[in-house]
């Protein structure tokens, strides 16, 4: 690993290396104190961003938990180039990406530097090749309970961890040879890949999230150093190869853990990853399905509307019922007290029409100002769209945003005082967060109850590489109370009839395997459409190139069999009308 001369004494004290600096836990011995005469060989320049560069030790130790490379941040473009033999002098401190309270781990970094160029032309170190084999399959330690669950102060065991063994790496100059993509190409100029092939592999190339504890350890972020005007980004879509080598230090950030900051690129060989096509509804079947449009408003551009339009129309086959989340106001995330989305409605409904769907009609009722989250401004809602050339809504006036829908018995059967109507919308489960909107629908003569839900977001949960093991998951408890909220409606309704046909669909903004879902199916009122695909089939949405599940299509016991389909035509492209992929069930009532 010596390809570089040690920086001659001549250039000052030899101040301690980066390894020791580094040590072997997640934080350095040397955090808080000046440290000088720290030398090394520049690796890699970020010029942009959070400025500085990377540099590493050219007389590494034995010792596989201490890592050899270091990030020093200069605030300004760095005066060195790749190859520079540098000594630094500084502040060694513990770098938090987002901010204590992200939860995310800490990078060991030299801040306020003084950088001398001893020579330049040297050859960097050579590069760490990661590899399936190489990264563990654990993904990380438990947290020391008396360290309030922290990890960092525990020794790294790189051979057991995988976070762990990226950590005795950071800073470092390492190497992936040809992966698959599991994270498509984002805004952002980055992308993700496993290097563990045959870990949880979907059916179309991802990687599935489908526990807790199997975080997929292969999964890396890439990014490139140079700057996108200066060098393109490749577009890649799940399933692809990013084929050769990809090399570059290992860097950590707020979004991503830890991420290859490439300095050599590999190429992108397209996978030939198709959108999904379900097919049409027999005409003795009910299709009901659910679609989170992304903060669709008028001001989107018209081709927005149009392929939102044609994934209703081709790719979901015209369901005769569409449960729409995030459906913004008439001016989108303009604050001036609109809360009415009829021009949002008459927009998308005529891309429908001009895709050569169903002229549908829609039911919802619009929200207080600012009161259901999302953008400000913006006022999302739940939406019902049906056809009504193959369905009828059962209009009961009464509701609106603060008033809350009931089961009342009408002729011996359930019925809604209001419909469509909120569920329980006084409950601080739906603090500013969308109540769900309840509606009753008629299809052959025989009643069906639709409740379409956005549950709480993810927001201020810690990430999968939080210093806290496991991390903590705060934003459930909200979507807990929410799903025990639905739950007690639903079996107000088969109390009833316990034949009563539910369906409970939405973005739950929750996994099939979590608590959530299990509240939401307590004491068996409801069962879970998508547990019933096969595991590689099981996600909606893609995060951190984790293929996950989000949005969900729940049916009570009226419903005695049911075909239900996962529409994969968003989460997995670089190009998207939507980060959500639609849900689709189809029944006879």
Do not use: C
Not at 21 to 46: E, L, M, W
Not at 424 to 430: E, S
Request: charged residues 20%; proline residues 6%; glycine residues 10%.
């Amino acid at each position: 690993m010596l390809l570089a001369a040690p920086v001659s004494s001549a250039a000052g004290a030899q101040g301690p290396s980066i390894h020791t600096i580094q040590g072997d836990t997640r934080t350095s011995p040397y955090a808080g104190k000046q440290v000088t005469g720290v030398t090394g060989v520049v690796t890699g320049v970020r010029a942009y961003g959070s400025r500085g560069f990377w540099m590493q030790e050219t007389a590494p130790d034995d010792n596989p938990a201490t890592s050899e490379g270091i990030y020093v941040f200069t605030s300004s473009v760095p005066k060195v180039a790749v190859g520079d033999a540098v000594r630094v002098d500084g502040n060694v401190v513990e770098y938090v990406p987002g901010g204590a309270a992200s939860g995310n781990q800490s990078v060991t970094e030299i801040e306020k530097p003084t950088v001398t160029v001893v020579s330049s032309g040297n050859k960097v170190p050579a590069p760490v090749r990661i590899t399936g084999d190489s990264v563990p399959a654990a993904y990380t330690p438990k947290g020391k309970a008396d360290a309030g669950g922290s990890v960092n102060w525990l020794k790294l065991r790189p051979a057991t961890y995988a976070t762990d063994y990226y950590e005795s790496l950071e800073g470092m100059n390492v190497r992936i040879g040809t992966s698959r993509v599991v994270g498509a190409t984002d805004p952002y100029a980055e992308l993700w890949v496993t290097v563990k092939p045959e870990e949880n592999p979907t059916r179309r190339g991802g990687t599935l999230y489908g526990a807790y504890a199997a975080q997929n350890a292969g999964r890396l972020q890439v990014q490139q150093l140079a700057p996108v005007a200066q060098q393109p980004f490749p577009v890649a879509n799940v399933g692809d190869r990013l084929q050769g080598t990809t090399e570059g230090p290992l860097d950590f950030n707020q979004y991503g853990g830890y991420t290859i900051a490439a300095t050599t690129l590999g190429t992108v060989r397209d996978g030939g990853l198709k959108r999904e096509t379900t097919r049409g509804q027999k005409d003795g079947e009910l299709a009901v399905a659910t679609y989170n449009v992304e903060n669709l408003d008028p001001t989107d551009p018209q081709s927005k509307f149009d392929a939102l339009a044609q994934g209703v129309v081709t790719h979901l086959s015209s369901p005769d019922i569409v449960s729409v989340e995030e459906v913004q106001d008439d001016n989108g995330a303009t604050d001036d007290g609109t809360v009415s989305a009829e021009q949002t409605l008459k927009k998308f409904t005529d891309a429908i029409v001009a895709a050569g769907g169903p002229r549908y009609a829609w039911r919802g009722i619009d929200p207080q100002n600012d009161k259901d989250g999302g953008e400000p401004g913006g006022n999302i809602r739940q939406v019902f769209l049906y056809n009504p050339q193959r369905v009828s809504f059962t209009d009961r006036a009464g509701g609106d945003a603060s008033t809350a829908t009931a089961v009342v018995e009408r002729d011996g059967a359930p019925a809604l005082s209001a419909s469509p109507g909120r569920i329980d919308p006084a409950n601080p489960a739906w603090d500013d967060s969308r109540k769900p909107l309840a509606g009753e629908f008629t299809f052959r003569g025989k009643q069906v109850f639709v409740v379409a839900n956005h549950f709480n977001s993810k927001g201020g949960d810690q990430p999968l590489t939080a210093a806290q093991q496991p991390p903590a998951r705060s934003s459930e408890e909200q979507r807990h109370a929410q799903a025990s909220s639905v739950n007690a409606f639903v079996k107000q309704l088969t109390a009833l009839d316990k034949k009563a046909r539910v369906v409970v669909l939405g973005d739950l903004n929750d996994f099939e395997f979590s608590d959530t879902a299990k509240l939401l199916t307590k004491g068996g009122v409801l069962r879970s459409g998508i547990g019933q695909l096969p595991a590689a089939e099981r996600y909606t949405y893609v995060y951190q190139g984790n293929s996950q599940v989000l949005d969900q299509i729940l049916l009570s016991r009226g419903i005695t069999s049911f075909d239900y389909d996962s529409v994969h035509i968003n989460a997995e492209f670089a190009e998207q009308n939507s980060d959500h992929d639609p849900q689709v069930v189809r029944f006879q009532p």
